[in-house]
C-alpha cells in the first residue's frame, strides 16, 4: 500500500463530500450534493451477477486453512523493494500456483514515463483457459500487489493480501464454478500502481472482466479501545473504535461485488468477522482522491471492482516500517479474512451440482 495510500473510501469522505447521509455495514453512501457527477446507477453487473450464500452442504470445501496462510506470509516476509527481492517474491507465487495446478504467464510491464519496469503474475484455471472463447465477459479476477516499499518485509502489506490470494488458488482450482477465475499479482503497486495500471491498459474493450476483488492489507487487528482511527472531519458516525473489522469498499455501479461480502456473513461462525462496507462515486470530483489502490484503473475503465483491507495506517502502526513483520499480524483475524473473501468469490461464482445438474448462484430467478 503506498507511502500517501489511506483507507480510499472512508477518506473520500471526509476531505471530499459534505455530505449527510453515509450508511455503513452494506448500504451506499449516497452524495447529496446536486450535479455530483458519479460512476452509473444502482445496477447489477452485466452478467445479471448476484451473491448468494453458500449451502451448508458445500461449505466445508471452502474452509481455508490458517496454518498455510501464516506459512505463506512468513515465506514472502521480506523486502519485495529491489529487482532481485521481487523476483524472488515471483518465483515463490509461481511455485505455489503452478503447484495448485494453475498456469501461470508473465505480464512484462513499464511505468508510463518509463522510470520503472517489472512483472505481473497472471494465473488461470487450465479448464477455464480452454474455454477461454466462450467465457469472455464473465470472469471474475482476484487480485494483490507483491512489492513493498523499501527496508520494510511488508507481512500485512501486502505479503497477506497475496497470502489470501494463493488460498483462493488452492481452494478452487478444481471446483466446478460458473464464472471462470482469473489471479493477479501486480508489481510496483508502491511507486504508482504501475502494474494494475499496465494490466487494465492491456485488456480489451471492457469485454474481459466481470469484476475484481482487490486484497490490500488483510491480516492485522487490534481490539484496544482507540486503537481504530479514521480521517478528521468524517461525516459520519464512527462505526467502531476497535480494529477488529473488514472494510471492503466498492464502486456503486458494481453493488453485487460488496454485497457478497455480506451474503454468508454468521454471528454463530467463530471465524466470522465484521465487514462494514461502503459503495460509493467513483468519477468526477471525487476521482482525484480515490487515485490510491489497485482498484482504481479498473474504476477508470468502468469495470466493477473493491478493496478489502484491514484499513491500514488507520489501525496497523508497522504501515510501511521495518518492523511489518509477521509476528505483529493476527492469525485468527487473518483466516477470517481469507473466508470472507474465499466465500465472496464462491457467492458470485459456485456452481452448485444437484441432480446431475447446475445450479448458477448468479443466474436470477433459480
Aim: hydrophobic share 45%; proline share 7%; aromatic share 6%.
Amino acid at each position: 500500500m503506498r507511502t500517501w495510500k489511506r483507507w480510499s473510501a472512508i477518506a473520500l469522505l471526509g476531505v471530499v463530500l459534505s455530505i449527510g447521509l453515509a450508511l455503513i455495514g452494506g448500504m451506499d453512501l449516497r452524495p447529496t450534493l446536486a450535479g455530483l457527477p458519479i460512476l452509473g446507477q444502482l445496477v447489477p453487473l452485466p452478467s445479471g451477477l448476484v451473491p448468494r450464500p453458500i449451502p451448508a452442504t458445500e461449505q466445508p470445501l471452502l474452509t481455508v486453512e490458517g496454518d498455510r496462510l501464516l506459512a505463506d506470509v512468513t515465506a514472502l516476509a521480506f523486502e519485495r523493494h529491489t529487482a532481485g527481492g521481487r523476483e524472488q517474491a515471483r518465483e515463490y507465487i509461481t511455485q505455489a500456483l503452478t503447484a495448485a495446478g494453475w498456469e501461470v504467464v508473465r505480464q512484462s510491464i513499464i511505468a508510463e514515463d518509463g522510470s520503472f519496469q517489472g512483472i505481473n503474475l497472471i494465473a488461470g484455471r487450465p479448464q477455464d483457459i480452454s474455454r477461454q472463447g466462450a467465457s469472455d465477459g464473465t470472469a471474475l479476477l482476484v487480485g494483490a500487489h507483491y512489492d513493498t516499499v523499501g527496508r520494510s518485509p511488508g507481512a500485512d502489506d501486502n505479503a497477506s493480501g497475496v497470502a489470501v490470494a494463493l488460498e483462493v488458488a488452492r481452494r478452487f482450482a478444481t471446483l466446478p464454478i460458473t464464472l471462470p477465475l482469473r489471479l493477479v499479482f501486480f508489481d510496483l503497486e508502491e511507486v504508482g500502481l504501475v502494474g494494475s495500471r499496465a494490466f487494465v491498459a492491456a485488456l480489451g474493450p471492457l469485454e474481459d472482466l466481470a469484476g475484481a476483488v482487490i486484497l490490500e492489507m488483510m491480516g492485522f487487528s487490534c481490539t484496544e479501545p482507540g486503537c481504530q482511527s479514521f480521517p478528521e472531519g468524517l461525516p459520519i458516525a464512527q462505526p467502531s473504535d476497535r480494529g477488529d473489522f473488514l472494510a471492503v469498499v466498492g464502486d456503486m455501479a458494481h453493488p453485487a461485488l460488496v454485497d457478497a461480502f455480506l451474503a454468508n456473513a454468521s454471528s454463530e461462525d467463530p471465524l466470522s468477522l465484521p465487514i462494514f462496507t461502503l459503495k460509493v462515486p467513483t468519477l468526477g470530483p471525487l476521482a482525484a482522491d480515490l487515485l490510491r489502490s489497485d482498484h482504481v484503473p479498473f474504476w477508470e475503465r468502468r469495470l466493477g471492482a473493491v478493496m478489502v483491507t484491514d484499513t491500514a495506517n488507520f489501525r496497523n502502526p508497522h504501515y510501511h516500517q521495518p518492523n511489518d513483520r509477521p509476528d505483529t499480524l493476527d492469525p485468527v483475524f487473518l483466516t477470517g479474512a481469507a473466508q470472507a473473501v474465499v466465500n465472496a468469490i464462491a457467492s458470485l461464482s459456485w456452481h452448485i451440482r444437484r441432480e446431475g445438474r447446475g445450479r448458477s448462484l448468479y443466474n436470477t430467478g433459480q
